[in-house]
């Protein structure tokens, strides 16, 4: 307290000398409607300046919570999607629930390594399940290979081990999509008949044969083919259409006919 009052002790004539200035510009400003105005209008930007930083702080901070939103609405707008219902009956039209997508985040995802991994916030307390596709709002982005109550682990498919049962769109042919290990962002188209000649920005999409993804999710567009010499199986390189480096939000689809159709892969296997 001591302090305070020897420092304004001390500058006493110079805060003595703004007290001045600022009744001289008060009253200034009370006497003309003109300067009113002024002051009106300085204190109205002031004030609105003030309440758009703070919308837009606060906007910032819910931006989480919009996210999320923005994605459970796409998940229900999916589940509605034809994709997401089977024609069990055609003489009665009767149609039944095959996939159901859920949203997640995504809080660690790796793109360097020969074998990268996703892990995100939904376990099995969630219904999530070995198996489940993954997807992105623009791809595949990989395979759930393992759960906890609340997290699940995805196999990217930036991984040695990814191999995905893809389709050409535009004539329907059966090829296989797998990483080249080395740019996140490309793929391997392989085993294509050799007299399908490919366009560059051709889509491969899924095909629909794995049981895990459903047909026609897009896996990425064809850059360059190579044209195979004495064989009858060519490639050709895409880009994904998931951008695996910048990956926040995924989507895990369960198929609910999965367990009856492994019964009956299976009883043919045995």
């Not at 930083?53 to 999916?78: C, D, H, I, P, T």
């Not at 997401?84 to 985040?105: C, E, M, Q, V």
């Amino acid at each position: 307290m001591y302090n305070l009052l020897a420092f304004f002790w001390k500058y006493r004539f110079f805060a003595f000398f703004v007290l001045l200035e600022v009744v001289s510009l008060w009253l200034l400003s009370n006497s003309y409607s003109y300067h009113k105005s002024l002051r009106f209008n300085a204190v109205n930007d002031a004030t609105g300046n003030l309440f758009s930083s703070y919308n837009n702080v606060a906007s910032y901070f819910s931006l989480r919570k919009e996210n999320e939103k923005l994605l459970a609405e796409n998940a229900l707008l999916r589940n509605s999607l034809p994709s997401s219902f089977l024609i069990t009956d055609t003489a009665f039209t009767f149609t039944d629930s095959l996939y159901h997508y859920l949203p997640a985040r995504v809080l660690s995802n790796s793109v360097n390594k020969r074998n990268n991994f996703i892990l995100v916030n939904k376990g099995w307390v969630h219904g999530v399940e070995k198996e489940m596709g993954v997807i992105s709002g623009q791809g595949i982005a990989g395979i759930v290979i393992g759960t906890s109550k609340h997290y699940s682990s995805i196999m990217s498919v930036l991984h040695q081990n990814s191999r995905i049962s893809g389709r050409i769109k535009k004539n329907k042919q059966l090829v296989t999509v797998v990483w080249n290990g080395q740019n996140y962002s490309e793929g391997l188209v392989s085993d294509i008949p050799s007299h399908i000649r490919l366009q560059r920005g051709d889509t491969i999409v899924t095909s629909g044969n794995s049981l895990i993804f459903p047909e026609g999710i897009v896996i990425g567009t064809v850059t360059e083919q190579r044209i195979p010499e004495n064989k009858s199986l060519g490639e050709a390189t895409l880009v994904f259409g998931t951008d695996f480096n910048g990956l926040q939000h995924v989507y895990l689809i369960k198929n609910k006919m999965k367990p009856e159709q492994d019964s009956l892969v299976n009883g043919y296997l045995n």
